[in-house]
């Protein structure tokens, strides 16, 4: 950007330039990078409140899943093989399956 001061061009004046220079200003409560022996420390102070407050969404989480109502239910039924129709491989890949599964 350029700005004249004084009078209008080809009286003599001198040009001056002025530069804005735009600086990224940091939120509140954050100062430069971030110190990971800090953080860690940090951590260790408040170790407590961290796992008293782990070990409550724990047991929140296991009443939940124990009381929640069941959404899905898969059942079975095993039914006895017959002796006269042949075993279940062999009812499923014929005859050959001796030779290539066993």
Not at 9 to 25: A, H, I, R, S
Not at 70 to 86: C, H, I, K, T, Y
Request: proline share 6%.
């Amino acid at each position: 950007m350029t700005m004249m001061h004084g009078e209008p061009e080809g009286t003599g004046q001198q040009e001056t330039k002025v530069f804005y220079v735009l600086q990224e200003t940091l939120p509140a409560g954050i100062q430069g990078p971030t110190d990971l022996g800090r953080l860690v420390g940090v951590a260790l102070q408040r170790k407590w409140w961290i796992a008293g407050f782990t070990l409550l969404l724990t047991v929140l989480s296991v009443a939940y899943a124990l009381m929640a109502t069941e959404w899905f239910r898969a059942e079975a039924v095993l039914l006895p093989r017959e002796r006269a129709s042949g075993s279940a491989p062999e009812l499923l890949y014929g005859p050959l399956h001796r030779k290539f599964l066993c």
